[in-house]
């Protein structure tokens, strides 16, 4: 198959028009160096694969696609150009027998209707009778090139009103090409399609056949660059000087992987050689290096031009400005006659021959679309004073209008698709502009030239950049980034960005938008927030910058040395006080996670994973906490290491985390130890004892087993702390290990988590406290229309209970019946008690058949002395109100005697400044119609002892989206959200937070949202506190999975928690094992084998033991049917064990 020899190559292959220079006349072969290809795998946990272009093609049976993207200049036309070539010279006869070569731009020019096979006819030296012949005799291994998908002017009408269903039928030639990806035509063909990423996507969703394969030109690797130069300057001294020249500066290495820069590049060091100058002097920026390669030409090679250098230009840039804007990259010879006066010898002009359909025409372009951007630019700058500012501002119009055009659809906007294509497609020419506006080297070419220059653009560019900042912020913003490059102005840069809030996370960089985004860092002396997403050479490249902000988001390939570099800028004193770094889910399943932060000069880390075993995820923890300076004695590249090798080891295993243990011994300064593994043994119990004596400054460490802990274990434990200042608090399978023996188990639970510890001393176990007996309610008598519900609950005996919605606690003195309810504040009764508010909810309570002794109200307040003495309880009779004082208040209650019944509520004095409370944000969901696009998200910040259940019931009509909702907050400040995707619309944007317990729960925010989206990110910020970070994103997710109903979760967790505190005696005395087996078999909450393995046990011991393993993996749903069906089998022993659960808190 012939081979149109006249089209000329771009990028890496230039013939002999192609180089300006005119250095060789068979560049084309020599040259070409094939750029760096990745695959992506669909498989979300493989690795992204290296590809040659032999492998498009190889060992693929079935008719396929093959889509080669990148970004202008990276190579794909020469990749395709030289697939072409190869085939010609016999490199895959067995593959293809028919390859046909379609270069789009050249078919744009045909304003009349073509049928398939007269685009073939045209593309070859074939008639169209020769081509018919050959299609009908090769049915397969046909393989179509198409070069340039982005030229096609696509409409979305296309489908519609114009198709192309066979080879012969007449259509605009895109109708044809369209047809062709579709498979509505020649559907058994091969298809090999470049396109720049821009269009990619647009592409995928065209083409139909069984196979597509997406590849990506990333360009040059280092190894590939030396290979070009070596080809380019051939002599051996030379191509070493230039290379090294080139490697000794990073940035202008990293601009050497894009193919056209490089041979730009390459012919400016080879001219510079012959001038004896410095060889990379002045290519700083994109513009600067293009301005430098235009200069050379101009001085070495326009010598015998009848024209003067600004002439030149002028015509160039005039030519070049038409063609932009009728969005035109070919030029006939009439029109380019009418602007340029030697075309045919004009050094930056590539001519070729056109076939037509009686003769051939003359055609022209620019020698790489990048240069008819950049004299576009250079014409702007060349006009007069109002002609430029005039087309400027046209220029920054509708490129943001192209930007503001992406976020309408296609039925709301007609001219969409053409306006962004548009858009697209000048954003270059800006980023030119920009360049041209203030460098050192640019005057310079412009005096040498005698080019004047009439106008400063330079303040027109920078108000659009700010202005698109506050716009546009996450969308462009990589493209506003490059053009600050450009710019190249320190003290703008810095002063632009430094209020911002940079997410680049859903941005894919690669290493020139990483030196990039570097050089506008390091102008900033301090930035708020940063997010993003790069792999660990992209972080090796940003690292240095990335200190300046105050808040950084990382997600990441791996966690790499340069990760432990970025701790150590949190205990280094200056900028960064916070830092989040995580693996992506979709290149490491243990999903390793760094969280790490700083508060009045405390660095509080934490780093988890999860070890994967057979059976589950394993979560591991690490969290230290110490002064900053202490961050920076501790060698975290080792420490990061050692954890990660922690999630390799296998379950029960504990040598790396007794390594990793072992390496903290060397830190200075450490408080606080938090750490989370599968496994508690008793080299690691030596390991921490070790730890204790090495570092006289921890006071606490806490280590939480998944495992369960062997007594063995805890006397070890024991011993080891005889004689040493500690005391040991075992709570299940959490030890708390605290100095100084005179801390109050009461304040233990205010340290950690509020759970209720097991005392121990450091020599035995003391006897447990009192017992509290957890009940859900039962709800009465709701009252529909003040929102009122009343809680009943029936004592079976004496003793504490807690109820599970309310979490209020009633210590009672025998069996009893109480009735409760939450009822509206009247605060006018509190006028007379001084400076007092309500502290929580008011409730009316009874009790019936029965006596109360005392009742534990729940408060949200931070524990503290002054909080302690500040708290009170209102006891509402009538019109009187008296104040009761406590008799002790916890971290979690307010304790009072109780002898009669009414209106009970808390109450505390007013302190300012307010200081935070307990917290907690919720969501709910309205319900929607068939015909809402739009949904509401109701958000509520309330105080934490607000009882979720009263919520939902007050807002029954919405669901409510279950997430983890603590938090602290103060009263009076003012709050915002900070939501995922930008442009979700809240209302208000600000609210202030009130300290309120009317139970008319009205949303604090109100979210707005297509109502397709299924998941969006929600945080939240303290607008008081110089939007300082109160709940950190989270994902809602908007499927019912992610909604609770009512209290059925929380009676699952009872249900879930008898199971697991039964353990030993449900082993012993269950005696329905087989039946209950059956019935979780029928469920299909058991597999067969493990039913099997149950049947085969021959005591009813055994059996229990192996249906344990079921419970204990099947998690919290299977254990709640197991004692469903335990209290329906042996509901004696249910009762037994229940009760012997209460009566032991007597």
Request: negative net charge; charged residues 25%.
């Amino acid at each position: 198959m012939p081979i149109d020899r006249n089209s000329n190559s771009t990028a890496i292959l230039f013939e002999k028009t192609g180089d300006p220079t005119g250095h060789g006349t068979n560049v084309t072969a020599s040259l070409y160096t094939e750029p760096v290809i990745i695959q992506k795998d669909w498989f979300p946990f493989l690795p992204v694969t290296e590809v040659c272009v032999d492998h498009f093609f190889g060992a693929l049976l079935n008719p396929l696609a093959v889509i080669l993207q990148g970004s202008s200049g990276s190579g794909k036309s020469s990749i395709a150009q030289r697939i072409m070539l190869d085939w010609a010279s016999g490199k895959y006869p067995a593959k293809f027998y028919l390859v046909f070569y379609l270069k789009c731009e050249e078919l744009m020019c045909f304003s009349e209707e073509m049928s398939l096979i007269d685009l073939l006819s045209w593309s070859c030296s074939l008639t169209s009778n020769e081509i018919i012949q050959m299609l009908q005799k090769i049915r397969s291994n046909v393989l179509f090139i198409i070069d340039g998908f982005e030229e096609l002017r696509f409409t979305q009408d296309i489908p519609y009103t114009l198709q192309a269903t066979d080879v012969h039928q007449k259509a605009p030639p895109e109708v044809s090409v369209y047809a062709l990806l579709k498979g509505q035509i020649l559907p058994g063909s091969f298809l090999l399609v470049t396109t720049r990423s821009s269009a990619a996507q647009r592409l995928k969703s065209l083409i139909n056949r069984p196979q597509c394969f997406t590849n990506t030109i990333v360009g040059f690797s280092k190894k590939k660059i030396e290979e070009y130069f070596q080809k380019f300057f051939q002599d051996e001294e030379l191509f070493r000087k230039a290379y090294e020249s080139v490697k000794s500066n990073e940035t202008l290495l990293t601009v050497c992987s894009i193919p056209v820069i490089c041979w730009i590049i390459c012919t400016v060091i080879r001219e510079r050689f012959n001038d004896g100058a410095d060889l990379t002097r002045g290519l700083e920026t994109t513009t600067s290096i293009y301005v430098e390669f235009v200069s050379t030409v101009l001085e070495h090679h326009c010598q015998g031009l009848n024209e003067s250098v600004p002439n030149l230009l002028r015509s160039l840039g005039q030519l070049a400005e038409r063609g932009m804007l009728e969005q035109q990259v070919l030029f006939d010879e009439k029109n380019i006659q009418e602007t340029i006066q030697d075309p045919v010898n004009h050094p930056f002009l590539n001519k070729f021959l056109l076939d037509k359909r009686i003769q051939q025409e003359t055609m022209f372009r620019f020698i790489h679309l990048s240069f008819q951007k950049f004299f576009t630019a250079l014409y702007f700058v060349l006009l007069d004073e109002i002609e430029s500012q005039k087309k400027v501002r046209e220029l920054l119009h509708t490129v943001a209008r192209g930007w503001a055009s992406s976020c309408w659809s296609v039925a709301e906007f007609s001219n969409r698709d053409s306006e962004i294509r548009k858009s697209n497609q000048l954003q270059s020419v800006i980023l030119f502009l920009c360049g041209l506006c203030k460098n050192e080297s640019i005057n310079s070419f412009f005096k040498k030239h005698n080019v004047t220059v009439s106008i400063n653009i330079e303040t027109q560019l920078k108000e659009w950049i700010h202005q698109c900042l506050l716009k546009y912020q996450h969308e462009n913003m990589m493209f506003i980034l490059h053009c600050l490059y450009e710019l190249h102005d320190k003290s703008f840069i810095g002063k632009v960005l430094k209020d911002l809030i940079l997410d680049l996370s859903n941005i894919s960089l690669n290493k020139t938008d990483c030196w990039v985004l570097r050089f506008c860092l390091q102008c900033c002396e301090r930035i708020r927030n940063l997010k993003l997403n790069v792999t660990s050479d992209h972080l090796k490249i940003l690292q240095p910058a990335l200190c300046r902000y105050e808040e950084l988001w990382l997600i990441v390939d791996h966690i790499s040395d340069d990760v432990g570099d970025l701790i150590l800028a949190l205990g280094d004193g200056k900028i960064m006080n916070q830092l989040m770094t995580k693996v992506d889910k979709k290149r490491n399943r243990s999903c390793p996670e760094i969280i790490g932060s700083v508060k009045d000069g405390v660095v509080t880390l934490s780093i988890s994973c999860s070890k994967i075993s057979i059976n589950r995820p394993i979560p591991l923890d690490l969290t230290l906490i110490c002064p900053r300076p202490a961050i920076c004695t501790i060698n975290w590249r080792n420490v990061l290491q050692m954890f990660m090798r922690c999630t390799q080891e296998p379950e029960g295993s504990d040598k790396e985390v007794v390594a990793l243990i072992r390496v903290l011994r060397s830190s200075s300064g450490l408080k606080k130890i938090n750490l989370q593994v599968d496994i508690l043994s008793i080299t690691l119990v030596h390991t921490i004892i070790s730890l204790i004596h090495t570092c006289p400054s921890l006071s606490e460490l806490v280590i939480k087993a998944i495992l369960t802990l062997q007594q063995e274990v805890i006397q070890t434990l024991q011993e080891s702390l005889t004689d040493m200042d500690w005391m040991l608090n075992i709570w299940r399978t959490s030890v708390l290990l605290k100095r100084d023996k005179d801390s109050t188990e009461e304040e233990l639970k205010t340290e950690y988590m509020e759970e209720v510890l097991v005392h121990v001393s450091s020599s035995k176990l003391q006897a447990p406290g009192p017992t509290t007996s957890m009940f859900t309610p039962e709800l009465t008598d709701s009252d529909e229309v003040n929102g009122e519900n009343t809680h009943r609950f029936v004592s079976p005996h004496a003793g504490q209970f807690q109820c599970s919605l309310t979490n209020l606690v009633f210590v009672m003195e025998g069996k009893g019946e109480m009735l409760y309810k939450i009822v509206p504040w009247d605060t006018r009764r509190l006028d007379g008690l001084g400076q007092m508010q309500p502290a929580g909810p008011l409730y009316n309570i009874d009790c019936f058949e029965g006596s109360i002794s005392q009742l534990h109200l729940p408060h949200c307040e931070i524990f503290s002395e002054e909080n302690k003495v500040s708290l009170a309880v209102a006891h509402i009779t009538g019109d009187n109100v008296e104040v009761l004082q406590p008799l002790n208040v916890s971290s979690t209650h307010v304790i009072i005697n109780i002898t009669e019944f009414s209106l009970f509520g808390l109450i505390k004095k007013i302190i300012y400044p307010e200081s935070p409370v307990r917290s907690q944000v919720l969501f709910f969901v309205r319900p929607t119609s068939v015909k809402q696009k739009e949904k509401i998200l109701d958000v509520h910040l309330l105080p934490r002892n607000v009882p979720l259940s009263e919520v939902k019931i007050q807002h029954k009509e919405n669901r409510h989206i279950q997430t983890s909702s603590k938090c602290r907050l103060t009263p009076g400040r003012e709050y915002s959200l900070c939501c995922l995707p930008e442009g979700l619309k809240v209302q208000p944007e600000n609210e202030l937070f009130e300290f309120d317990f009317d139970p008319n729960f009205h949303p604090t925010f109100e979210v707005i949202l297509d109502v397709n989206i299924e998941e969006i990110k929600l945080g939240l910020l303290d607008k008081t506190d110089e939007e300082t970070t109160v709940w950190t994103p989270r994902q809602i997710f908007f499927t019912e999975s992610g909604s609770s109903t009512d209290s059925t979760a929380i009676i699952k967790d009872m249900e879930s928690e008898f199971v697991d505190n039964h353990r030993d005696e449900l082993i012993q005395r269950v005696t329905s094992v087989m039946e209950i087996a059956d019935c979780l078999r029928s469920k299909k909450m058991i597999t067969d084998e493990m039913w099997s393995e149950v049947h085969a046990e021959n005591t009813h011991r055994k059996q229990m033991r192996i249906l344990y393993m079921v419970l204990i993996s099947g998690g919290s749903a299977v254990k709640a049917e197991f004692y469903k069906l335990l209290k329906e089998k042996e509901p004696h022993l249910v009762e037994s064990l229940e009760s012997s659960s209460s009566t032991s808190a007597q």
